[in-house]
Each structure stands twice: as structure tokens, then as C-alpha cells.
């Protein structure tokens, strides 16, 4: 594991995390596009701006897009409120979901099918609604749950799914009913990440390998942000008597409460990292975002 004197200086690396095969996607992407009605552009509810992809999103074009912010069962509900007024402002349809929550995802073909078909009516005045095939290809950052949407979409595990970014490497046609195909692409960074507060922030949410940024860096980062946001959950579940604790005091005693310790009793702070960073993923440690929607200009 990479190791530096200061554990909140992330890596270059982490600005420019973009492997070979994203490359690769991005050109199948817009390839494959004028094959598709609608393309559904996954993020992850808990960085509902950052976790978009500019780069991706001028390569679509002028094709409809429907933005799915998966993960909403992780993210801060009222933080989720107040970007949703933010989406309805920019008049993009876009819809929050938690992708386990089947009869909600059950919306997204609805939505997605309004869309096209109303484009259709658009591109020609004298169209008739017919029920035609519908086509879409799902879009996004690595590890938003791309490949979950499709399955739980499909009834069945058509293509592969693991918490790890860049599980999918390659792009596939899934039939999800008779009139409905979803293609699967894999996940596509940004060229460069611009803040390294952003960087940060998509690590922490993991869609950027732990070994970029050093699971030492995140895990004080996210350390740092339960502390700040005070969250009650992440003090229950460690036993800390108050948010009012350095982040070397913090992860002592989660050593000590959850018996990373090695010889002589001296703490492991390699597994308290890799613990608290599953467990927060996880949701375990509450719900939260990284950052709040940009404010009107008055
Ligand atoms: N809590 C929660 N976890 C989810 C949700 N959707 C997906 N996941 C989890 O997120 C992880 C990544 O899911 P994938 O579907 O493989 O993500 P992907 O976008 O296809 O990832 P790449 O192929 O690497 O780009 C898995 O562990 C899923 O179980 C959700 O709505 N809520
Ligand atoms: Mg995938």
C-alpha cells in the first residue's frame, strides 16, 4: 500500500485514472449510439454532479438521455431533496432510485419510453404510437451499478456485477423483456479529475480503485467527513463518546472496539482502514453526500 508522511495528500494518480479499456469504451459508445433510442446515464446518488462524466456526455451528442442517481438508499435524504430541486430546475429528466427496490426501478422504462416516444413526435409531427422495439444503452462512472440496474431490470443475472471498479470490461446486448434490449458498457472516467476534493470523493464511494489514491488517504478522508457531518450512526456503531476527536484518536479506538490489534496490542491500522471503508460503502456507518447542489446566481 502506498504510504506517505501526509495521509490527506492523494497520489497524482488519482487526477488521471483513466485505464486502457475506457478508452477503448468511449469509442465504442459513440460507435454503437445510433443504434439506441435513449441512452440512461447512471451516477451514484451520493455525488449526484461529480459523478456525472462531461467527457462522456459531449460524446452522446444529441441523443435523449435519462439520468438514473443509483444508490439513493445510501445517500442523506435531505441532501437528496434539495438536489432534486436543483434537477427540476435544469429541466434534464432524471430520476433517483435504489436499484434493489424493484417496483421503483419498474419507473425507469416507463420514463425512458415517454421520452423517446415524445421525441419521435417531435422529430415528426404526423407519428403514430406504435409499440416499437425499445432500445437504450446504459452509461457511467465505474461501479454506479450499471450492471445491477440491467439485472434487476432482466429478472436474472444476465451480466456480471461485483464492488470493484471496472468489472465490466466489454459491451453486451441484454434482452430485458420481448420489446425492451439494455446494453451494458463498461464504466468511464473523466480524462481528468479537476479538485482533488472530487477525487476524493469518488474513491470514497469506491468508483476509483482503492490502490490509486491509497486506502490510508481515503479512509482518513472519509474518516474525516463522518466526523465533520457528525454522523450519529458512524458514532454508534464505534462507541466514540463525541465527534470531537482527531482522525489518529478516531481510529484508535475503532481499533480497539473492533479488535484490529496486532502483536503487543498495538493498533492495525491497515484493517481499520479496509473495515471502515467497507463498512461505510456499505451504508453501515449512515447515509451521506459529498457536496451540495451549486447555489442560484442572484
Ligand atoms: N446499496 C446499493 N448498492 C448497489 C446499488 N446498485 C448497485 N449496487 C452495488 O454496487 C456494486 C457495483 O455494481 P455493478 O452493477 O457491478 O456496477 P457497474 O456500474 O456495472 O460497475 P463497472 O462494470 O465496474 O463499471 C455492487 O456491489 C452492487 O451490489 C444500489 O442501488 N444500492
Ligand atoms: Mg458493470
Redesign the pocket.
Same mark, same amino acid.
Given at each position: 500500500m502506498r504510504r506517505t508522511n501526509d495521509p490527506s495528500a492523494p497520489s497524482k494518480a488519482l487526477f488521471n485514472w483513466y485505464p486502457g479499456h475506457m478508452a477503448r469504451a468511449l469509442r465504442e459508445i459513440k460507435q454503437k449510439l445510433k443504434m439506441v433510442d435513449i441512452v440512461l446515464e447512471i451516477r451514484d446518488a451520493r455525488v449526484p454532479m461529480v459523478s456525472g462524466n462531461r467527457n462522456l456526455n459531449e460524446s452522446l451528442g444529441q441523443k435523449r438521455k435519462l439520468i438514473l442517481l443509483n444508490k439513493v438508499n445510501l445517500a442523506d435524504q435531505e441532501l437528496v431533496a434539495q438536489w432534486s430541486k436543483w434537477f427540476d430546475e435544469q429541466g434534464e429528466p432524471y430520476l433517483f432510485v435504489d436499484c434493489f427496490d424493484k417496483p421503483a426501478l419498474k419507473k425507469v422504462i416507463s420514463m425512458a419510453r415517454k421520452i423517446v416516444e415524445q421525441n419521435r413526435k417531435e422529430c415528426n409531427p404526423d407519428y403514430v404510437e406504435t409499440k416499437t422495439k425499445l432500445r437504450m444503452m446504459i452509461v457511467g462512472l465505474p461501479n454506479t451499478g450499471?450492471?445491477t440496474i440491467i439485472n434487476q431490470l432482466a429478472n436474472r443475472n444476465a !451480466?456480471k456485477?461485483a464492488d470493484k471498479p471496472g468489472? !465490466?470490461q466489454i459491451q453486451q446486448w441484454i434482452n430485458i423483456e420481448n420489446d425492451i434490449e439494455l446494453m451494458?458498457t463498461p464504466?468511464v472516467m473523466p480524462p481528468q479529475i479537476e479538485k482533488e476534493e472530487h477525487g476524493l470523493w469518488l474513491s470514497s464511494i469506491h468508483a476509483i480503485p482503492d490502490d490509486i489514491a491509497g486506502e490510508e488517504t481515503t479512509a482518513n478522508f472519509v474518516l474525516g467527513h463522518l466526523l465533520k457531518i457528525k454522523s450519529q450512526a458512524f458514532l454508534e456503531r464505534y462507541k466514540l463518546e463525541s465527534f470531537n476527536l482527531t482522525n489518529d484518536e478516531a481510529f484508535l479506538k475503532i481499533a480497539t472496539v473492533r479488535g484490529c490489534l496486532k502483536q503487543k496490542g498495538l493498533p492495525d491500522l491497515d484493517r481499520v482502514y479496509k473495515l471502515l471503508l467497507a463498512e461505510f460503502r456499505k451504508g453501515d456507518l449512515g447515509r451521506t453526500c459529498f457536496g451540495a447542489p451549486p447555489k442560484a446566481k442572484a
Open positions: 450499471k450492471s !451480466t456485477v468489472q !465490466t451494458d464504466g
